[in-house]
């Protein structure tokens, strides 16, 4: 199927030019009569189906695996059950408008790409074609720290579309400057650390796999990149070996050392006889993150940037409340898409509760368990500011790269706008709580 137009930039600026959710329907339908349907489902079940059919097993249970028992990861989705929209009717909504404003920026819609790592398992352009994707709807895409694409190489193909870096705080200062410096160069307009990832939690569909992406040099362009993480790593590799015996090569091991050289810059057959691929694999490994970080710490980080800083993982109202004290601009409610804690609160029963403790000082954005413009509409109507989104766009990523990432987005854009005129609701800032049962 070829590809049908798409809203103009300057129409989704405006979305009271035309509606969002009727031109992607009647795109859809209009398209049908030709014997033409989506490049992906539009169902999020069958959406998900599709991509486990299209991923490897490594590469699904990746994305779509969560912590422990997965437990986590269904509170977040049967949150939503709990909580049921009250449509108002005899409202003039012909005209609506979808966009939202964040530090000072008028986004065309409350929608923005949650960071996702390791975006190779799932299609080979990864970064690159959400770039493309956030590029032609507008929306802000937040970048990984263990993107499979250099933010530098993303960032020129996001063109002039908004973009935030999440960061992962790593055990070595000097490298947080770094990320922090080239964030900042590539024109990000936030950063967003991320708290609840100093230690990887216990997600046992990798564990029955034995497969970790970082291990075998996925996801860690960002550090592969970086000045300070290739010093680090010419450090570690002129010291030599470890000490520590070498076991059989197997041909698992001899796979992952050619993974390591292919993922390093440089010609790979070049990288196989040289020690910094595997190096550079040990160094990420020991300063991914810190386990020893602290409220006191955000001085840190304030000192050396003046973006926005947003605290990505806030679930209890104390921690909202610490995070007000220490002068962050804005709080992401988000478990982690359930990967961390198996057993926790649901992101969406978190909300209101974090809400109520901001009162409007900074802007509380919500993650996690996110399937449809519903859902979006439910967590808005709940006091968020805008909605992260992760696991659908990478499956339309896994089914057809930049066009499938477009799709689910705008499917879930089109849905909101649509929920929002069937409520009664001419604009983002009037889907409020009252609209729930």
Do not use: C
Not at 347 to 372: H, K, N, T, W, Y
């Amino acid at each position: 199927m070829t590809d049908q137009p798409t809203l103009s930039r300057a129409q989704r600026a405006t979305t009271s030019a035309v509606s969002v959710g009727r031109e992607v329907q009647g795109r859809i339908y209009r398209a049908g009569v030709f014997g033409h349907r989506p490049a992906v489902p539009v169902e999020p079940a069958a959406l998900e189906r599709a991509a486990e059919r299209a991923m490897s097993r490594q590469a699904w249970s990746y994305v779509a695996g969560s912590a422990g028992q997965q437990r986590t990861a269904r509170a977040n989705v049967e949150a939503f059950d709990r909580h049921r929209i009250v449509p108002r009717m005899l409202v003039d909504v012909e005209e609506r408008d979808t966009s939202v404003e964040l530090f000072g920026r008028r986004l065309p819609a409350p929608l923005l790409f949650a960071p996702v790592g390791v975006l190779e398992m799932a299609h080979r352009d990864a970064d690159l074609a959400v770039a493309e994707a956030a590029r032609q709807l507008g929306l802000p895409m937040v970048l990984s720290t263990q993107a499979s694409v250099p933010m530098e190489q993303v960032a020129a193909r996001l063109g002039d579309a908004p973009r935030w870096f999440q960061l992962y705080w790593s055990r070595e200062d000097e490298l947080v400057d770094s990320f922090v410096r080239r964030a900042e160069q590539i024109g990000s307009e936030a950063i967003v650390v991320t708290l609840d990832t100093h230690v990887l939690g216990w997600r046992t569909r990798d564990l029955d796999l034995a497969y970790l992406p970082f291990a075998r040099g996925q996801g860690i362009a960002q550090y592969t990149s970086d000045p300070v993480f290739r010093r680090l790593v010419a450090e570690r590799a002129a010291a030599g070996p470890s000490g520590e015996p070498t076991p059989r090569p197997t041909a698992a091991a001899v796979r992952a050392l050619v993974s390591m050289a292919r993922h390093w810059p440089g010609d790979t057959w070049g990288n196989l006889r040289s020690p910094l691929p595997r190096a550079a694999v040990e160094t990420f490994l020991d300063v991914f993150s810190r386990s020893s970080l602290s409220w006191a710490d955000l001085a840190y980080l304030r000192e050396r940037t003046a973006l926005p800083i947003l605290l990505k993982g806030i679930q209890d109202p104390r921690d909202a409340a610490l995070a007000l004290d220490h002068g962050v601009d804005g709080i992401v409610v988000s478990n982690h898409g359930g990967r961390q804690v198996d057993g926790a609160i649901g992101s969406l029963d978190a909300l209101p509760g974090i809400v109520e403790e901001v009162d409007g000082r900074v802007p509380v954005l919500f993650d996690s368990g996110v399937r449809s413009g519903a859902d979006a509409f439910k967590a808005l109507a709940l006091g968020a500011r805008a909605v992260l989104v992760g696991r659908p766009w990478v499956y339309g990523l896994a089914l057809a790269g930049a066009r499938g990432v477009r799709e689910v987005m705008e499917d879930l854009w089109a849905e909101l706008d649509l929920t929002m005129a069937l409520s009664g609701v001419g604009g983002v800032e009037q889907v409020t709580r009252d609209l729930l049962a």
